[in-house]
């Protein structure tokens, strides 16, 4: 595709339910990111793949957060039993690059807002 | 541990004025600082790349600084419009191939 895709756009949670967020990234690219963004505060990383491999999840905040990214492209976010921290948007950015913190080409998605009640 | 800040939150200015946007960070050891637009529920678009090695960046009306050894970059707006309202946010990367650190963001207001 043109760029990132993200999809649900929107999700309503009940607290306890568990929810999958899905990131469609630019084909090919090696490196893909996780971030979670809370309102009017700067995204914050959770975790990064390159290819299928995860080489850092630090910034998952539980073990109720889990990501996979099999076939080293779609990658999918899952929360398990959400709780009204967990609302926020969920972004996801590629990059044709592996050293990405060296040459900085980042593409954002659109992010998927999640609101837990 | 990297912080960055981003002062003031909100900025509001008329149609035509000429703004500088300001971005701190506390470790200088880092390869490049990244500037980004964000609109209303979307994602971020990233504006200007410096790397450490550079002073500035251009892309037409926007003009980064970068000043490693005072943890300080700063995004130059020349003639801004409405169009350019949005939240600017700054980021710099922690490590080769690792996640970038944001401050909070600059939600700027340009009124006709």
């Known amino acids: 595709g043109a760029g990132v895709s993200q999809s649900p756009r929107y999700k309503v949670a009940k607290r306890g339910q568990d929810v999958a967020l899905r990131c469609d990234p630019i084909?090919?690219?090696?490196?893909l990111f996780w971030y979670q963004q809370a309102l009017g505060q700067g995204p914050e990383f959770l975790t990064y793949?390159?290819?299928?491999?995860?080489?850092?999840k630090s910034g998952l905040p539980s073990d109720r957060f889990f990501a996979e990214r099999p076939e080293g492209s779609v990658s999918t976010l899952k929360i398990q039993r959400t709780q009204q921290e967990d609302s926020a948007v969920y972004l996801c950015?590629?990059?044709?690059?592996?050293?990405?913190?060296?040459?900085?080409?980042?593409?954002f998605g659109e992010g998927s807002r999640l609101t837990v009640l | 541990k990297q912080e960055v800040t981003q002062i003031p939150a909100a900025l509001s200015v008329p149609e035509g004025e000429n703004l500088v946007l300001n971005c701190s960070f506390t470790?200088?050891?880092?390869?490049?600082l990244q500037w980004f637009r964000q609109d209303p529920g979307k994602g971020l678009t990233s504006l200007l790349l410096?790397?450490?090695?550079?002073r500035e960046q251009t892309s037409g009306r926007l003009n980064a600084s970068l000043d490693k050894s005072s943890g300080r970059s700063t995004l130059y707006i020349a003639a801004s419009q409405p169009g350019d309202s949005a939240t600017y946010l700054c980021?710099?990367?922690?490590?080769?191939?690792?996640?970038?650190?944001f401050g909070k963001g600059i939600t700027l207001s340009v009124r006709p």
């Open positions: 950015a590629s990059s044709p690059a592996r050293m990405v913190g060296v040459y900085g080409e980042l593409f």
């Open positions: 084909s090919g690219h090696v490196s």
């Open positions: 793949f390159q290819n299928e491999a995860q080489l850092d």
């Open positions: 470790d200088s050891a880092i390869y490049n």
């Open positions: 410096i790397q450490s090695s550079q």
């Open positions: 980021a710099v990367p922690n490590g080769a191939n690792s996640k970038l650190t």
